[in-house]
């Protein structure tokens, strides 16, 4: 008797892993996202074994060029195809370079009771020793196994699978590029084995809304001798919240800060995450944050942490009257 296999539908949006170039032996020059998934899906045939797999091309963008719409058809796709009764997960595949965005994105936003894994590669899907076709075959593994049901969104690569919220791109070419730096990898996969080593952490808050607008949110760094003219430029062109990548743990230059007091006494919303990469940004002592003293991104990195600051604003613009409850927000997600 033959078993059915999980239905499982995999979402493309480019990418080097439907990268491709005249030069196999070349990772590094070669066009992203020219290959169409029925492609990607056709050079794994292993994924027969796994799944029934369905592939919808949702876009074909290489990452560095995300927008919001997209990510808002993502998510109305994720919604159509979890709703259908037989679909047992769903597989992302994007970009690397901003895939940590857009899974933050996803942790944030859905609620979706079925796996949602996203993959990736590092070299094009005509490189030689290309890493695409074993992370598809993962991902989709991971999104057909129960013990991925009830983790979140998930990110599988490198036979690694990740947080949604957690992981980051940390090298610019190795294959093992992605990391998870304060928390580690959930789990990994090996051949048909799927296995989670710990569960994400305690995040029981209620997802966000997918916004109908989006707010101005920028990121600004601090380093030696840094100007004041881009940020009063910004909140002058109606920018609601920045995040500061700070120095260390979460310092500001006097200058910058001079600026920022001066705009968050306009209502615009200011989080310190870091530039260093990993660790998490102390958090101000109680009473809340006042007078230059902005609220902790916690261990988000700047892009993870503008995500939350966008849907947050979204939701609620005047947030960045009231630290004590932006500061909350931050620890909560
Ligand atoms: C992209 O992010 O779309 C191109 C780079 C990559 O996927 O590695």
Known sequence: ??????????????GTIAGSSANPASSAHYQAATVPV??????????????????????QVDSKDMMFDLWRMLAARIGYWSAQDDVAGIVITHGTDTLEETAMFLHLTQ?????????????????????????LLDAVRVAASPVAVGKGALVVLNQQIHAARDVVKAH???????????????GFVQDTYVHFSRTP??????????PAAWPLVEIVASYAQ????????????????FVVAAAGNGSVHETLTAALVDAAACGVAV???????????????????????????????????????????????????????????????
């Open 38 to 59: 029925s492609q990607l899906v056709q050079a794994v045939p292993a994924l027969a074994d796994v799944a029934r797999v369905e592939a919808e091309q949702v876009a």
């Open 111 to 135: 609620a979706c009771p079925l796996p949602v894994v996203m993959t990736a590669a590092m070299r094009p899907s005509t490189s030689l020793s290309a890493d695409g076709p074993l992370n």
């Open 1 to 14: 008797m033959s078993v059915l296999l999980p239905r499982i539908v995999v979402l493309a949006t480019g």
């Open 271 to 333: 989080a310190r995450s870091s530039r260093t990469g990993a660790g998490h940004v102390a958090i101000p002592a109680p009473p809340r944050p006042a007078g230059g003293v902005f609220v902790s991104a916690g261990d988000l990195n700047p892009y993870k942490a503008r995500v939350l600051l966008l849907l947050a604003l979204a939701g609620d613009p005047s947030l960045g009257r009231d630290a004590a409850r932006l500061q909350a927000l931050f620890e909560r997600y």
């Open 201 to 210: 952490g305690p995040d029981q808050a209620p997802r966000l809304p997918v």
């Open 172 to 186: 610019t070419s190795a294959v093992d590029a992605f990391h998870s730096p304060v928390a580690g990898p959930l």
């Open 226 to 241: 840094p100007g004041r003219v881009g940020i009063d430029a910004m909140v002058a062109a109606g920018v609601l919240g």
